[in-house]
């Protein structure tokens, strides 16, 4: 097995509430990814493959930081939350979250009453979530070579969940945190993957780039 290297996208149009709006970098999402690929180069960071999921900030993220043709697989995109927000509203008649701190009170709510199946007509149920992330963490991991990975918080919440073992709410709580552009890496121990590095922004580390660390 090898190491992997997982990146959140750059923070992308957050005033919007639907993926399609959603998915693009904002003028700061650029910076913060442009900044991180520079730090990987004065690191002398390097890496055999990229892989990045088919959003449009995904790919983006990879070509800010200097990986122009990342291997794109719908596998690491992100859990439709947008879908299952508005669903849960329809359904269950609990409103979208409108600030931060309703939408960390939320999430936790979307994970579990989507495991448990109370959300109807959903784009992909939460076991083909769950499974579909395992799949293509292991499968890169299996590769030859250090592989960095451009996806979502809410991917990389999941790939610690499976790799680690956690329960859904440390799970959730995961996800709350992660912010735009960290760093977070999993090697192989035994016969499965570790973490070892968790939401590292150094290249946000500087006085005058804290502005930057964003979760939304």
Do not use: C
């Not at 923070?11 to 993926?19: F, V, Y």
């Not at 999402?29 to 959003?55: A, K, P």
């Amino acid at each position: 097995m090898s190491q992997v290297t997982l990146v959140r996208h750059g923070q992308a149009n957050s005033g919007s509430n639907d993926e399609h709006g959603y998915d693009k970098l904002s003028v700061l999402g650029w910076q913060q990814t442009g900044w991180l690929g520079n730090y990987f180069d004065s690191v002398g960071e390097r890496f055999d493959r990229i892989y990045s999921g088919t959003l449009t900030r995904h790919v983006e993220t990879a070509k800010s930081m200097g990986f122009p043709e990342p291997i794109q697989d719908p596998r690491l995109n992100e859990v439709a939350y947008f879908d299952l927000s508005a669903k849960m509203h329809e359904q269950m008649g609990i409103k979208p979250p409108e600030n931060r701190d309703e939408f960390v009170k939320h999430l936790p709510l979307v994970f579990t009453a989507w495991r448990e199946g109370q959300i109807e007509d959903t784009i992909e149920t939460y076991a083909e979530f769950e499974g579909r992330v395992d799949d293509v963490l292991h499968e890169i991991a299996a590769g030859k070579g250090r592989a960095l990975v451009s996806t979502s918080g809410g991917w990389i919440a999941m790939s610690i969940k499976v790799a680690m073992g956690l329960q859904l709410n440390s799970m959730a709580r995961l996800a709350l945190t992660i912010m735009n552009s960290s760093v977070h890496q999993m090697h192989p121990v035994g016969a499965g993957l570790t973490l070892t590095q968790f939401n590292a922004v150094p290249h946000l580390a500087d006085p005058d780039r804290q502005y930057a660390q964003t979760f939304i």
